[in-house]
């Protein structure tokens, strides 16, 4: 039977509130530059993840989305610019991400490790961190399979390991990349409804992905990324009126032909941190 | 429902959780990071085939030759070269590809709240631990059911897992440094298979063409330098310093017998080698803390 992810026991936090529109950005990038070598891949790019919001960040392959996740995350140093959480600048430093989940896209652990042996491992690196292994376990369906090798586990079942690994400490920000890739069509809904419950909860979300259809439900605030830039930052519903299309694929087509066409930045929303 | 072994807290509000004294608890159990994730790294090598085979092929090789030798001491005699060879070439290839295997899971781990360098030494520790013990498994069995771990070969046996651990040291840093540097694996498991061949193999003739091409100078100097210059030479030195068999010593361990001595050389080949672990270790840090993943 499928884990119903969107209602885990257990995983219900203290500080969970609702959706808060328009509030201060949590995690946010302020005029953040890098290239490596002679290719620029980011050029002064403004992202600012809300509490209570899940903001898309779309574009073509070699946009630069990659880069941007792993400089929110510390895995990359940016040229120029800050990251900030809560208004205070963390670049550089490593204690921030104890308030970040990750969820990168190709889930490829050790075959070895079971997956109690990578949650276990996870759980060791943030002993301050209050955490209902048990419960992530019973949400996330992993109970069947909590000590086969990862090597010989389906890549749903992998993929599942990475969302409990990425979820498992209720972290204010929730950084998604590709999350429903590798799973099938009721994993991936139930995995949607829980990200969906994570924003009621008040996480801040990120979330890159190729599937737009795969986010049309879920997306609060759209950016498009193009060679490095942000041509767009606004909600879905500013998107939909600029471009008069009805549904996001359509949106950001619209969005990328308009680009193409003219060579100039869309532009950005009101209401945008 | 299965249960992990931890006893969980009272669930807090999110914006208590980078509270300072969370923080100094966190920060106050940071040498944690090391044990935890070379735990994890000895469970997932540890049952490696490679690994495994390494040290069977260990276990076969060590038996031939007690086989075809006799005592433990001289089993372990004969061990010497294959010893020199086999423990950095197989370190060598394994480190390389073993860190591009997990370099998504290393990119994980980085995104949790933990120091680099506490992740480095884990990552280090973890591929250290399990191939120098696949080293001792291998070579000490059959010295165990042949009864030949007698005094007289007991100290040479600890001397062989000593360098034998620090010849894994020394090409595990190094094959570390070489895949934090360069992200094409091909390119990295070339360059540290020329650093092996250049070490295990070339580096003796070209010692040996240069006592030739300048053998009206006095050479006992360039060629302590040569020898320290290059750790299989050291570790070479070392073991044949305790089996005494001049006639293994090739021209730069000869060199050291005579300037030095049994004791002193030792003593010497150890700084030499603890230099050379130090030394690739400093720098795969230094490249592991910079790094853009």
Known sequence: MMPDLASPTGLRHAGDRAAAPGAPARLAARGVRKSFGAVNVLADVELALAPGRITAVLGPNGSGKTTLNKILLGLVRPDAGRVELDGVDVTGTDAYRARLGYMPQSPRFPDNLSARDVLGLVRSLRPAAPVDLDASIEGFGLASYLDRPLGVCSGGQRQRVNAAVALLFGPDVLILDEPTAGLDPVASASLKDRIAAERRAGRAILITSHVLSELEDLTDDVVLLLDGRVHYTGTLTSLRDATGAHTLERGVAELLRRTITTGAPIGRAEGQA | ?293
């Open chain 2, 1 to 293: 429902m299965s249960t992990l072994n931890t006893r969980f807290t009272e669930i807090t509000a999110p914006s208590a959780r980078l509270a300072p004294d969370a923080t100094r608890a966190a920060e106050e159990r940071r040498p944690s990071v090391v044990g935890a994730v070379c735990t994890a790294q000895w469970r997932e090598i540890a049952r490696n085939r490679w690994v495994l085979a390494y040290a069977v092929v260990l276990v076969l090789l060590t038996e031939a030759l007690f086989r075809m030798g006799g005592s433990g001491a001289r089993a372990l005699t004969s061990l010497l070269n294959l010893v020199l060879l086999l423990v950095p070439l197989v370190t060598s290839v394994f480190g390389v590809v073993y860190w591009h295997a997990s370099r998504e899971f290393t990119e994980l781990l980085l995104a949790q709240p933990v120091p680099r360098r506490s992740l480095w030494w884990g990552l280090y520790l973890g591929l250290l631990v399990p191939l120098a013990g696949a080293f001792a498994v291998g070579i000490t069995l059959p010295l165990l059911w042949h009864g030949a771990l007698d005094a007289e070969s007991l100290p040479l046996w600890s001397l062989y897992l000593t360098v034998g651990g620090a010849l894994t040291a020394v090409f595990g840093a190094v094959a570390l440094w070489i895949g934090v540097r360069y992200d094409d694996r091909l390119r990295g498991l070339g360059l540290m298979l020329g650093l092996w061949f250049l070490a295990a193999v070339a580096y003796d003739g070209f010692v040996i063409w240069m006592a030739t091409a300048f053998s009206d100078w006095p050479l006992e100097n360039p060629m302590l330098a040569a020898m320290a210059a290059n750790p299989i030479d050291l570790a070479r030195t070392a073991l044949v310093l305790r089996l005494d068999s001049a006639a293994l010593l090739g021209y730069t361990g000869a060199v050291l017998a005579r300037s030095l001595g049994g004791a002193t050389g030792l003593l010497v080949t150890g700084f030499g080698l603890a230099v050379w672990i130090a030394l690739p270790v400093w720098l795969a840090v230094r490249a592991f803390q910079r790094k853009d993943f």
